[in-house]
């Protein structure tokens, strides 16, 4: 049976059909569970798209961002459910259709998360919708003009330093004024008396005097010191017997008063009653006269007694009498002996007090001279580091400045190094060294006095003690003192003979003047009376109690009250600007809705979604490293509003600092390129779109982000931007701030014009030196003063004209300068009462018909600094003001020749590195006849000179032919762009392009409030700009709707999906595809905006 081969093919094929056929069932439903998953995730997706197309509509329409309409999440989770299943046809029949799956949603679950209140939500959003809105063409526009804007604020530093440097010299002068006058008076008059006698020697001469007198009063007063102790011994030898006697002989006579004084008494009793008995008798009456025959028995006793005692006294008497004359005698003898030496004694007192004032005078010249040169020497040590710093900082403007093509840098070089001829620092050493000896030998002197001085004062106290001790014995022999003299006065002769040999030296002119020499130092400018004055002052202050010869006798001056007005003016005006965003009124976020204020982003922070996903933790990591701006040097606070003196530094130059802080922030992100700066770029572009600000006219934005947007119906009246930037909750004070700093950025360029133009220059420099009077370093200070208060005016009218919708030049030209120089000091005087605050602008045209202004007035520039820095090298700084009107045109065509041959017109660049090489050729030629004019000729000769080149230039038809060009790119400018016009500098400007193709495109540049917002924009922070942009949506929309409950942390951009399903298997047990009572299919799908 085994052997028979009939129906093998049907069990091997049986066989193999037992193992493919369950093999083929189960693939088939693997493979239909794997169509279902991918099926299940293209319905979940449609869903999620569905649940997306529902978002916020207020919120896109008024701001263009999308976000998902907040919604609970089991409603949301009920519509993906419905959604879902409808998509998977669950429970459809359709005729001819046969459902293979059969799905079943089991569950859905929907995670919101990104919210506009994160920053980089926010941020990506607002990037994504600007860069349809703002194509790269703008923002390359905007980006140009900051980099222009960063090469002007460099020139502008060159001016800021300049004024730094001018200061520390204005500083380092008035020390050197202090040390001239110190040196060449009082330290001069060390050891000279007023008839011109030496002072030491007057005093040593009459100290040898005294002290001879001294002597001779001492010797005087020794003379009877035995004879009145003698005396004194004998009076207190006696003294015993003398006192026992005087006792006895007034006990005696005490005796004796006594019974004389009993006796009188009864004798008068007696009297009394011898009258009544014979009054009695007389009457007839009876009397008793016992009584009176006893007092008589009585009064007869006493007599007999008087008798005795009187006897006793008179032996007493005789006794005590001798004693009494012995001791008068002794006791006259003592008295005309110490009368006699008191006398002498206070001669001895009274010269060693004569002593002591001679000797305490020269100590005091010495010590007033010590502290003389102990103050010279502090103004040197401080002059040192000062020095130092002239030098570094000084050097640092010159280097970095070498081979720049720029008229500031020319001509700020040229003044620069004209003023540093006047300052050399190893002038000052060997003052330092002398100063040094002469405080060495000058405490020597003092040492040597001090203990002549205590030597005196020991033997006036040794006089004093003596004459005490006479005064002690006159008054009472019996003190148990004696007269003894007075002794050691020896020892003081010693003394003043050592110090006439200490002091020797000060005693004859020619020895001193070996030991001890007054350096000598001329002071180049020669002060003048301005500096005179100010050292008097100072002076006069330092050494209240000083009185000299005569070379401090004039009394200081006052200073100009012109100077004091325009200081308190100047003053004035820039507490008001400093305090601009102090100014309250308009809407108050904070005391007027606190509660939405403390719900709004930028308050109570973003709400991360962290917790949905780690993700976005990375990503804001990511965008913190990537935030080009991390301070923002506009909320610094202001400074410099209590200095208003020239010599300090002020507000108005705190301001320029924070604009170049700010610029070096910029310049940072510049070099990463325009596609480091373009989300910015356009966040800054979207803000200034979306939200209105303090130029915003009618509710109209210019570049608005969509149409019929409500801007009437929010929060803030106008000032959004500003509140961006700021983020205060008064909108009047986010308005006061913008207009300070646009006021800040307005200084630093207005600063550069009117440091490049001559005739604003002219009219500084003439005031200064009016008000002020001239002083090498001073008069440049108060230039500098004038200077930039005149630029903080003319900034001021700028920030009026662009709050009220205008626009101004990024760098002026005297056409579009609104204050003239015309009556300056008044307007520098009285700010106020001109009315600036009212000022308006009628002159200048919003539009720029042509460059011709801007080409000529940079040519005029290049031509004056190129004239200046050629001359340097042989000017020196003239002791007053050079009027350039007294310029004789004469004396300069004498040198030009053929000068204009030697200029090349191609290009700028060309240009001004030909003019540069014709002028020191000029100079060179005729060196040595510039070298003989006297300075003040030379300066009429250079000013005639800038006078002629240029007429000669700008006459000539090759300069018409490079004007042509300049103008034509200029107008390109104008309009088409400065990107559209970038492809001609090399050809116009030179390969540098340089300062000149800046100079010319910053005059051309026309800017209004938004492009300075725009500017501002950049110093704010990224994360805290995208919270306040987020604060104003949020309140916008609250505003809009009525509804205080719209929160921007609620509008949530991204939608995270999970669906549980069942489908219907073939062959296999459903209960292989399902775990833990789950669907048999689990699906997650994430999207968002």
């Not at 193999?16 to 991918?38: H, W």
């Not at 148990?480 to 040999?501: P, R, W």
């Not at 610029?663 to 325009?674: P, Q």
């Not at 999906?1057 to 298997?1065: G, M, P, S, V």
Request: aromatic share 8%; with cysteine; charged share 25%.
């Amino acid at each position: 049976m085994f052997l028979k081969r009939n129906g093998s093919i049907t069990v091997f094929i049986s066989i193999v059909l037992a193992v493919l056929i369950p093999l083929s069932c189960i693939l088939i439903d693997l493979a239909r569970y794997s169509m279902a998953v991918k099926q299940a995730k293209a319905a979940l997706k449609i869903c999620a798209e569905s649940m997306l197309a529902a978002y916020d509509r207020q919120l896109r329409e008024q701001y263009g961002l999308f976000a998902l309409y907040p919604k609970e999440s089991a409603q949301m989770e009920e519509e993906i459910f419905e959604l879902l299943s409808d998509n998977l046809n669950t429970g459809a029949s359709v005729n001819g259709v046969s459902d293979i799956y059969d799905f079943k949603v089991r569950k859905t679950e929907a995670i919101v998360f990104y919210n506009l209140s994160e920053p980089e939500v926010l941020r990506q959003q607002i990037a994504e919708f600007m860069k349809y809105r703002a194509p790269v063409q703008t923002v390359q526009e905007f980006y140009e003009k900051i980099k222009v804007m960063l090469g002007l604020v460099e020139e502008a530093e060159i001016v800021e330093k300049k004024m730094n440097l001018d200061r520390l010299m204005n500083d380092i002068r008035g020390s050197l004024v202090r040390i001239y006058y110190m040196l060449g008076g009082p330290v001069k008059e060390f050891n000279t008396a007023s008839d011109g006698s030496m002072i030491a020697e007057g005093v040593l001469n009459k100290l040898g005097d005294y002290t001879r007198q001294t002597a001779q009063e001492a010797e005087k007063a020794n003379e009877n010191v035995q004879e009145i102790m003698d005396a004194q011994n004998q009076y207190i030898n006696l003294f015993p017997s003398y006192r026992k006697a005087k006792k006895v002989y007034e006990s005696a006579q005490k005796a004796l008063d006594k019974i004389d004084s009993k006796l009188d008494r009864k004798k008068s009793e007696l009297a009394r009653l011898e009258e009544k008995a014979a009054a009695a008798k007389e009457a007839g009456q009876p009397f008793d006269d016992s009584r009176i025959s006893a007092l008589k028995a009585e009064i007869s006793g006493l007599r007999e007694e008087r008798r005795s005692a009187s006897g006793t006294c008179s032996e007493a008497y005789q006794e005590y009498v001798p004693l009494k004359n012995d001791i008068e005698k002794y006791k006259g003898e003592m008295d005309a002996g110490l009368e006699q030496a008191m006398s002498h004694l206070n001669g001895s007192i009274n010269y060693c007090n004569k002593s002591q004032l001679e000797l305490q005078s020269l100590l005091s010249h010495i010590s007033l001279h010590k502290q003389f040169h102990a103050d010279l020497l502090a103004l040197l040590e401080e002059l040192s580091p000062k020095l130092e710093e002239l030098e570094r900082e000084s050097d640092g403007l010159l280097d970095s400045n070498t081979g720049k093509d720029s008229a500031i840098s020319d001509q700020t070089c040229a003044r620069l190094q004209k003023q540093l001829q006047c300052i050399k620092k190893e002038t000052y050493t060997g003052i330092h060294s002398k100063l040094e000896t002469n405080l060495e030998k000058l405490g020597s002197w003092e040492a040597a006095i001090k203990p002549v001085l205590t030597a005196i004062e020991e033997a006036e106290e040794q006089f004093s003690g003596a004459l005490k001790d006479a005064e002690a014995v006159k008054a009472d022999p019996l003190c148990g003192k004696s007269y003894a003299g007075c002794s050691g006065f020896e020892s003081v002769e010693n003394s003043i003979s050592n110090l006439d040999s200490a002091l020797s030296d000060l005693k004859s002119p020619a020895r001193l003047k070996s030991i001890y020499d007054t350096p000598d130092y001329t002071l180049e400018p020669a002060p003048n009376e301005i500096e005179y004055n100010a050292f008097l002052r100072w002076f006069g202050e330092k050494y209240r109690d000083y009185s000299s010869s005569g070379a401090l006798v004039p009394e200081a001056k006052d200073e100009s009250t012109d100077l004091k007005s325009i200081r308190k003016s100047i003053g004035e005006f820039a507490n008001y600007m400093g305090h601009l965003d102090d100014e309250g009124g308009g809407v108050d976020l904070e005391s007027e809705d606190k509660e939405r204020r403390d719900a709004l982003p930028s308050h109570k922070g973003a709400t991360s979604s962290e917790s949905a996903l780690t993700i976005i933790g990375k990503a804001i990591e990511e965008s913190l490293e990537n935030e080009i701006i991390h301070e923002n040097p506009f909320i610094r606070p202001v400074e410099g509003l209590n200095s208003n003196h020239e010599s300090q530094k002020n507000f108005f130059q705190f301001e320029i600092e924070r604009i170049l802080d700010f610029a070096k922030i910029i310049k940072g992100a510049v070099t990463d390129g325009l596609e480091g700066m373009a989300e910015n770029l356009y966040m800054n572009e979207y803000i200034v779109s979306a939200f209105k600000c303090a130029a915003v006219q009618d509710n109209k934005i210019e570049h608005d982000i969509g149409w019929d947007r409500p801007l009437d119906n929010t929060y803030f009246d106008k000032a959004e931007v500003e509140y961006i930037i700021y983020g205060k909750s008064q909108e009047k004070s986010n308005i006061g701030s913008a207009q300070r700093s646009i006021f800040s950025i307005r200084l630093a360029f207005n600063l550069l014009h009117i440091y490049s133009d001559p005739e604003k220059l002219a009219a500084a420099l003439s005031l200064a030196s009016a008000i002020a009077g001239w002083t090498i370093f001073g008069v440049p200070v108060v230039q500098n003063f004038l200077l930039v208060a005149w630029a903080g005016l003319e900034s001021y009218v700028d920030v009026k004209v662009l709050t009220e919708g205008g626009q101004v030049p990024l760098i002026k030209t005297s056409l579009s300068w609104y204050l003239g120089a015309d009556h300056l000091a008044d307007s520098l005087k009285n700010i106020f009462l001109k009315n600036f605050k009212e000022f308006t602008a009628d002159k200048l045209e919003n539009t720029i018909e042509d460059a011709s202004q801007a080409v000529q007035e940079t040519v005029a520039n290049i031509i004056d600094a190129k004239i200046d820095k050629a001359f340097f090298n042989i000017e020196k700084m003239t002791d007053r003001f050079i009027d350039s009107a007294e310029a004789t045109a004469e004396e300069a065509d004498l040198f030009l020749g053929n000068f204009l041959s030697k200029v090349r017109f191609d290009h700028l660049e060309l240009f001004s590195q030909s003019l540069e090489k014709a002028i020191e050729d000029l100079i060179s030629d005729n060196l040595q006849k510039l070298e003989s004019y006297s300075q003040e000729k030379l300066a009429h000769v250079k000013n005639s000179l800038k006078t002629k080149i240029q007429s000669l230039i700008f006459e000539s038809p090759l300069y018409t032919g490079l004007e042509d060009k300049l103008k034509s790119w200029g107008n390109d400018l104008l309009d088409k762009g400065i990107h559209a016009a970038e492809g001609q500098i090399e050809k116009v400007f030179g390969k540098a392009g340089g300062s000149g193709s800046g100079n010319i495109t910053g005059k051309l540049i026309m800017m209004d409030y938004a492009d300075y917002l725009r500017i501002l924009l950049l110093a704010v922070p990224a994360n805290q700009k995208c919270l306040r942009t987020a604060d104003l949506m949020q309140l916008n929309m609250q505003e809009v709707s009525n509804n205080f409950d719209i929160s921007m942390d609620r509008c949530k951009t991204y939608i995270f999906i999970r669906a549980e399903l069942d489908f219907k298997t073939w062959f296999l047990p459903e209960a292989l595809f399902r775990k833990n009572n789950r669907g048999m299919i689990s699906v997650e799908w994430s999207q968002g905006y």
